[in-house]
């Protein structure tokens, strides 16, 4: 039995380290999960004379999507937002952070608009009250207007089927 | 006059080294106190430089938000506060002792202490199994020779 120690001891720590490669340093938790969500009130990117409110939105599930025309990875998820807007079945609401108003209207223009309303967040204040800290993250909020889910990174087909649509249901069955 | 001309020439790109510190503000006691403590916060961006080092455009703002809260006069507990509350325990460098840290905090006096425990047990173990030898007068007094054999006349 004693000289199975050193290889059990091995396996362990092979498993610890294994397990440890598969994670992603880069997906921080965020501490706002089932917090309410920061209010704010920002420019609308179309008409900068015009407010939108996170207030509004109370009373509905929505999706806070936070993006930049200079985000890459933003144009891998922009086709998973135009299809998932095309089935009408969540606002988005798209949160231009850092961004030109000029560059954030042209890339829309390109590529489509996803968004039920877009407003811009051109010094990252709101960025910085709802703990962004890379473009493209997404909130998932409820009719109480608390944060549910985050997404950190580019939603994919895949999540948006196995996590945020079902949680979507969930939510608005309520 | 030529050559005066090109070594002034050959100077002026040290002119041209400036506006690099443009983030110091104008109270030099607040940017102190601003880097003091974004020095024990962690950038978001590149995780493991520190908040006061950092040149990604989030440190810059939160530096800039740290500045402003500091000039609200709000304490530097209420500003890391903050901004555990928004990013997590993951920007303090030093992470605080909860039940979920426990493990890191003492996982390795808890190692030492097994180790510890281990070793004594081996020691204890090796001893029983390799009894001290009495030796009888005899061998004691031929071990005693071969000792004190005077180097010349060893071979």
Same mark, same amino acid.
């Given at each position: 039995m004693m000289r199975f120690w050193p290889f059990l001891v091995f396996v362990v720590l092979a498993i610890f380290l294994y397990v440890g490669l598969g994670l992603n340093p880069h997906e921080v938790p965020s501490p706002l999960i089932n917090k309410p969500a920061p209010a704010f009130t920002r420019p609308q990117l179309y008409d900068p004379s015009k407010t939108f409110s996170s207030e509004e939105m109370k009373g509905q599930v929505w999706l806070l999507n936070v993006w930049a025309s200079w985000c890459v990875s933003c144009r891998e998820e922009h086709p998973v937002l135009m299809a998932l807007s095309r089935k009408n079945i !969540?606002? &988005?609401?798209?949160? *231009?952070? $850092? *961004? $030109?108003?000029e560059d954030g209207e042209a890339w829309l223009r390109n590529g489509g608009n996803p968004y039920t309303l877009v407003a811009t967040d051109a010094d990252g204040r709101v960025g910085i009250d709802?703990? !962004?800290?890379? !473009?493209?993250?997404?909130?998932? &909020?409820?009719k109480q207007g608390v944060i549910r889910y985050k997404q950190i990174g580019a939603i994919t087909h895949e999540n948006l089927q196995k996590k945020i649509l079902p949680l979507i249901a969930e939510l608005q069955a309520k | 006059m030529k050559y005066l001309f090109m070594l002034l020439i050959c100077l002026l790109p040290t002119f041209s080294y400036a506006?690099?510190?443009? @983030?110091?503000?104008? @109270?030099p006691v607040l940017e102190q106190r601003m880097v003091n403590l974004a020095q024990n916060l962690r950038c978001l961006v590149c995780q493991n430089e520190s908040l006061a080092s950092s040149r990604a455009d989030l440190a810059k703002d939160l530096r800039q938000e740290v500045r402003e809260k500091m000039k609200q006069g709000m304490t530097d507990k209420e500003i890391t506060d903050f901004l555990v509350s928004k990013y997590g325990d993951f920007v303090l460098f030093d992470p605080p002792v909860k039940s979920y840290t426990i493990l890191l905090w003492y996982g390795p006096f808890a190692l030492l202490l097994i180790g510890l425990i281990g070793l004594v047990f081996q020691l204890r173990k090796r001893k029983k199994t390799i009894p001290e030898t009495q030796l009888s007068a005899e061998q004691a007094q031929r071990a005693a020779a071969l000792l004190n054999t005077p180097k010349d006349a060893q071979t």
């Open positions: !969540v606002p &988005i609401l798209g949160l *231009d952070y $850092k *961004d $030109k108003d709802y703990g !962004v800290y890379g !473009v493209p993250e997404t909130y998932l &909020i409820d | 506006g690099e510190a443009k @983030d110091l503000a104008e @109270d």
